[in-house]
């Protein structure tokens, strides 16, 4: 699945076709973030195996965010969680309707933060409210999110699509080749600092997946999520 969005999320970038990218779901959920199950291996060579994979698939997955030429819009319609959330901050716009909720439980399960989250948010947030979203879990509604400036708009969820359609419809109009140079503008004053975010937070997760803190929290959560 990541493989699959980074390749989409590439050719939408280069595809003279278009001129906004946007991401949106289907059913009640946004996002219910990774499959913890792929974590559940027994053997160190196998969790080792599996954390370099990872590393590569998440980097790649990011840059493609980071490195997005067109704007990119968020549409998001219920609960989002994990690296959902963290990319949000990479999109040039988000809209969610009041179902939303935006969930980043790392720490609770012995890993860290991820899509370039650790530099984003705090200046999205300010340094606290970051703090309260990426290390102690605190789970936003989307009115808070919208005062976090994660999102840009809560729409009733009633009429979350058909407004959002009008919204997308209106970005469309506008001139194709002045949203890309506007959106590469903005985007370079912060790209280098992105990657190297990214790495980073790659880079500690790799860490964070083989450590016994983070396979004994997702054991947990497997076993209680089993029950």
């Not at 595809?15 to 779901?25: E, G, P, W, Y």
């Not at 499959?35 to 840059?63: H, I, M, Q, T």
């Not at 988000?94 to 991820?114: C, Y």
């Not at 705090?122 to 409210?129: E, V």
Request: one cysteine or more; charged letters at 25%.
């Amino acid at each position: 699945m990541y493989r699959g969005l980074t390749e989409a999320l590439n050719f939408a970038s280069k595809d003279k076709k278009t001129r906004v990218t946007v991401i949106s779901a289907a059913g009640n959920y946004f996002c219910s973030g990774n499959d913890l199950s792929n974590f559940a291996v027994k053997r160190p060579e196998d969790v080792k195996e599996l954390a370099e994979a990872g590393k590569k698939v998440l980097n790649a997955y990011v840059k493609a965010y980071i490195d997005h030429d067109k704007p990119l819009i968020g549409l998001i319609q219920g609960p989002a969680i994990g690296i959902s959330v963290t990319v949000l901050g990479l999109f040039d716009a988000v809209m969610a309707s009041d179902k939303a909720t935006f969930h980043t439980p790392f720490t609770s399960l012995g890993q860290s933060a991820e899509g370039c989250s650790s530099y984003v948010f705090p200046q999205l947030m300010g340094q606290t409210k970051a703090a309260e979203v990426l290390l102690f879990g605190k789970k936003l509604t989307a009115h808070e999110a919208l005062e976090s400036n994660l999102i840009c708009e809560v729409i009733p969820a009633n009429t979350f699509q058909a407004e959002a359609e009008k919204r997308i419809a209106a970005y469309s109009q506008l001139p194709p080749e002045s949203l890309r140079l506007n959106k590469i503008l903005v985007r370079d004053v912060h790209r280098q600092a992105l990657h190297k975010a990214n790495d980073a937070e790659c880079k500690l997760l790799v860490e964070r997946w083989q450590s016994a803190e983070c396979i004994a929290a997702l054991q947990k959560f497997m076993t209680r999520k089993s029950k």
